[in-house]
């Protein structure tokens, strides 16, 4: 897959995640109750798509990986619902997760994204060398943030 195709098959990823994505929650007194009641959509083909995004962000050259992170920022719909589907539960699937933080790049909220980052870390499998390398793939932001948290 190269990075012209990855677009082709986010974009209509991106049109059926839009209106699940733009729901408006209303606020009133049952908000709690209606917040417990919404889930995130678990999309098995934009979940497939981030992997191989992911792999291919982790093949590409600068230039290739900014086209990548461009791609998701304009697609927003589909970076808020695609996730992996699995945990960062050893070395090569925490590495996958720092990549798709690093394709995100600080998203939409970059609160939410530094706290993220923070619960990554958390890994038992969180190494300097892991990290120094994900960060050389990163944006500045997401870079930055890797090499701050991880001396932390």
Do not use: C
Request: aromatic share 8%.
């Amino acid at each position: 897959m190269e990075v012209d195709d990855l677009r082709r098959r986010i974009e209509p990823l991106e049109k059926k995640l839009r209106p699940i994505a733009d729901k408006p929650v209303a606020f009133g007194p049952d908000l709690r109750e209606r917040l417990r009641s919404l889930q995130m959509p678990n999309d098995a083909e934009a979940n497939q798509t981030l992997v191989e995004a992911i792999d291919l962000y982790s093949r590409s050259d600068a230039a290739q990986r900014e086209a990548i992170r461009e791609i998701f920022r304009t697609n927003r719909a589909f970076a808020w619902a695609a996730a992996l589907p699995f945990p960062p539960d050893s070395p090569a699937r925490l590495r996958q997760h720092l990549i798709h933080f690093s394709i995100i790049d600080q998203g939409r909220d970059w609160r939410d994204a530094i706290l993220w980052l923070r619960d990554l870390l958390r890994s038992p499998y969180a190494n300097k060398d892991l990290v120094n390398e994900v960060a050389a793939m990163s944006g500045d932001w997401a870079r930055d943030q890797m090499l701050r948290t991880i001396s932390i």
